[in-house]
């Protein structure tokens, strides 16, 4: 019987039955790792049921299209609300969400570019520029997440990389003051870094701004990037001050889909109050019914991201995300001294800032982290290997992110699986099998 191959890089020439296309597609995805065992990744991985369902429900909700869907447009007022209540936003309203000055986004990405416009524009009206005049700067570590550099370049602003070293992987306050001048548009202290979920000295850095600003220095606002520990250190660590708190920062971005617990496709930005958002970033459009403003990079997106936060806020306020936040943590702290009992392992970050755990090879073994990566996915977990940022990429590490989802029994799984990997290398000729044969994804 001749049978017709399906087409992978043009549309087929006749229809397909539903089944049959779920099918299809259901198959090829089983050769995706599977989500649960990927520990490389920060964005939620697991929801329950309902919050899914709700989801489902509103996959068709245009978020921009605030006119035709108010319950939708009313519950992202909400979460801004709440999102710049959490970080101690001033003078805001217990009963009017306009109060708060912030807007969700598809992630964290889209917020940078948000907030980082917000600097520069900012920067231009106190320098009385008109646009393309002047040349800006942003201050900056080395460490921060790519959408930093894309920022940099996609709005021509000059990115003032602050270098970290070997032994230290967050920037200081002296590296942010000796960087600043008249053409910084602001400067950015990471609350849980991409390489080793460490929380960078924001009041130190606010306190040295000030200092800066009240010698007759440049007067630079700084910018929280809290992607990955905003939802996290407000709850396991409430008295630390990083937020609005400190007059010196003028807005934070954090993702809902990080440890907000919500799945990808949705961030926050928020900001001090009114005046740190250019009224002139704020488009206003009713060719959709209403009068609508909007400050997005993204137009339409669908609201189920949205509501699926709401549902994670009402259904575990402060003290379910606690709970939580503290779990998490404390499977962190157990499997990086775990971690710590391996003579070939020096723990970096052990998971008490937020819940990652980054470690290197102690000595001078003949394999490398990513030998160990590699053999971890032969159990069907994913450890990610690289090298730290400048001026440290001579050190190579493995990161390890606990999320909702991540068990005390997988976390007992991974370290009986890590001895497993360390055995298999140590044997003769260990290394040359493994890097002869590299792993596939391989889904439990």
Same mark, same amino acid.
């Given at each position: 019987?001749?049978?017709?191959?399906?087409?992978?890089?043009?549309?087929?020439?006749?229809?397909?039955?539903?089944?049959?296309?779920?099918?299809?597609?259901?198959?090829?995805? $089983?050769?995706?790792?599977?989500?649960?065992?990927?520990?490389?990744?920060?964005?939620?991985?697991?929801?329950?049921?309902?919050?899914?369902?709700? $989801?489902?429900?509103?996959?068709?909700?245009?978020?921009?299209?605030?006119?035709?869907?108010?319950?939708?447009?009313?519950?992202?007022?909400?979460?801004?609300?709440?999102?710049?209540?959490?970080?101690?936003?001033?003078?805001?309203?217990?009963?009017?969400?306009?109060?708060?000055?912030?807007?969700?986004?598809?992630?964290?990405?889209?917020?940078? $570019?948000?907030?980082?416009? @917000?600097?520069?524009?900012?920067?231009?009206?106190?320098?009385?520029?008109?646009?393309?005049?002047?040349?800006?700067?942003?201050?900056?570590?080395?460490?921060?997440?790519?959408?930093?550099?894309?920022?940099?370049?996609?709005?021509?602003?000059?990115?003032?990389?602050?270098?970290?070293?070997?032994?230290?992987?967050?920037?200081?306050?002296?590296?942010?003051?000796?960087?600043?001048?008249?053409?910084?548009?602001?400067?950015?202290?990471?609350?849980?870094?991409?390489?080793?979920?460490?929380?960078?000295?924001?009041?130190?850095?606010?306190?040295?701004?000030?200092?800066?600003?009240?010698?007759?220095?440049?007067?630079?606002?700084?910018?929280?990037?809290?992607?990955?520990?905003?939802?996290?250190?407000?709850?396991?660590?409430?008295?630390?001050?990083?937020?609005?708190?400190?007059?010196?920062?003028?807005?934070?971005?954090?993702? &809902?889909?990080?440890?907000?617990?919500?799945?990808?496709?949705? &961030?926050?930005?928020?900001?001090?109050?009114?005046?740190?958002?250019?009224?002139?970033?704020?488009?206003?459009?009713?060719?959709?019914?209403?009068?609508?403003?909007?400050?997005?990079?993204?137009?339409?997106?669908? &609201?189920?991201?949205?509501? &699926?936060?709401?549902?994670?806020?009402?259904?575990?306020?402060?003290?379910?995300?606690?709970?939580?936040?503290?779990?998490?943590?404390?499977?962190?702290?157990?499997?990086?001294?775990?971690? @710590?009992?391996?003579?070939?392992?020096?723990?970096?970050?052990?998971?008490?800032?937020?819940?990652?755990?980054?470690?290197?090879?102690?000595?001078?073994?003949?394999?490398?982290?990513?030998?160990?990566?590699?053999?971890?996915?032969?159990?069907?977990?994913?450890?990610?290997?690289?090298? $730290?940022?400048?001026? @440290?990429?001579?050190?190579?590490?493995?990161?390890?992110?606990?999320?909702?989802?991540?068990?005390?029994?997988?976390?007992?799984?991974?370290?009986?699986?890590?001895?497993?990997?360390?055995?298999?290398?140590?044997?003769?000729?260990?290394?040359?099998?493994?890097?002869?044969?590299?792993?596939?994804?391989?889904?439990?």
């Amino acid at each position: 019987m001749d049978i017709d191959p399906i087409p992978a890089l043009r549309l087929p020439d006749s229809e397909m039955e539903p089944d049959a296309a779920y099918r299809f597609i259901h198959d090829e995805l $089983m050769f995706d790792g599977s989500s649960r065992l990927n520990l490389a990744t920060f964005v939620t991985t697991w929801m329950e049921p309902q919050a899914e369902q709700l $989801m489902a429900e509103t996959f068709d909700k245009n978020m921009i299209d605030k006119d035709e869907y108010p319950a939708t447009s009313a519950i992202e007022s909400r979460c801004v609300s709440m999102v710049a209540d959490l970080f101690h936003a001033p003078d805001l309203s217990p009963t009017d969400p306009a109060s708060a000055t912030g807007v969700s986004t598809i992630g964290s990405s889209e917020a940078v $570019m948000l907030a980082g416009l @917000a600097l520069k524009w900012r920067w231009r009206e106190r320098k009385g520029l008109a646009v393309g005049e002047g040349k800006p700067n942003l201050v900056l570590g080395s460490n921060v997440q790519v959408v930093w550099e894309k920022f940099c370049r996609y709005f021509e602003v000059e990115p003032r990389y602050l270098n970290v070293e070997p032994g230290r992987y967050v920037i200081t306050p002296q590296q942010v003051i000796d960087a600043a001048d008249e053409n910084t548009i602001g400067a950015v202290a990471i609350l849980g870094t991409t390489f080793t979920g460490e929380l960078e000295p924001v009041r130190e850095i606010a306190e040295a701004l000030d200092t800066l600003a009240a010698g007759g220095g440049p007067d630079v606002p700084l910018h929280v990037d809290a992607a990955s520990g905003g939802f996290v250190v407000p709850f396991t660590k409430p008295d630390l001050l990083w937020d609005f708190r400190l007059p010196r920062v003028h807005s934070i971005n954090v993702s &809902g889909h990080k440890y907000g617990l919500t799945y990808p496709g949705i &961030g926050f930005v928020v900001w001090r109050t009114k005046e740190y958002l250019p009224e002139d970033l704020v488009f206003r459009v009713n060719y959709l019914g209403g009068d609508m403003p909007t400050f997005t990079l993204n137009f339409s997106r669908p &609201g189920n991201q949205v509501v &699926g936060q709401y549902y994670n806020f009402l259904r575990l306020g402060r003290a379910g995300y606690t709970k939580v936040m503290s779990t998490l943590t404390d499977t962190a702290r157990w499997l990086s001294s775990e971690i @710590a009992k391996f003579p070939e392992f020096e723990v970096i970050s052990d998971g008490s800032a937020i819940p990652v755990i980054a470690f290197q090879l102690s000595g001078n073994p003949e394999y490398s982290v990513f030998d160990i990566s590699r053999g971890l996915r032969f159990h069907g977990w994913q450890v990610p290997g690289y090298t $730290m940022p400048a001026d @440290a990429t001579d050190v190579a590490v493995l990161r390890i992110v606990v999320r909702e989802g991540f068990s005390s029994a997988m976390a007992r799984t991974l370290i009986d699986d890590l001895h497993t990997v360390l055995s298999v290398i140590d044997e003769p000729g260990g290394i040359e099998r493994r890097r002869a044969n590299p792993p596939k994804p391989f889904a439990h």
